[in-house]
C-alpha cells in the first residue's frame, strides 16, 4: 500500500513548484515574525523564502536583517559606492 502523503509533503511540493516557476511560495508565511528570529531561524526563512523579494515578503525581510546584523551576509553598496 503505497503511503499517503502529509500536509507537510503537500506544502513542500506547492513551494517547491512555486519556486521552479520563480514564484513566492503559495503556502509560506509571508508576514513578518511576532518576535525577533535567531540567526539559525533567519538562515532557514532565508532558504524557504528563496524565491520571494525582499521588499515584497516581510518574513524574508526580517531574517535578511538579522543575519546582516550578525554578520553573516554583507551588503553589497548602494549606487556602486565601495
Known sequence: MP?????WDII??????A???GQPS?????V?????????QAHTVMQTHRACE???CAR??????????V???VPRPRNGAM
Do not use: N
Open 26 to 30: 503559495p503556502v509560506l508565511d509571508h
Open 3 to 7: 503511503k499517503q502523503p502529509t500536509v
Open 54 to 56: 525582499r521588499w515584497q
Open 71 to 73: 554578520g553573516k551576509v
Open 12 to 17: 513542500a511540493r506547492l513551494a517547491q513548484e
Open 19 to 21: 519556486e521552479q516557476q
Open 32 to 40: 513578518a515574525p511576532a518576535v525577533p528570529l535567531t540567526a539559525r
Open 60 to 69: 524574508k525581510a526580517a531574517a535578511w536583517d538579522v543575519l546582516v546584523a
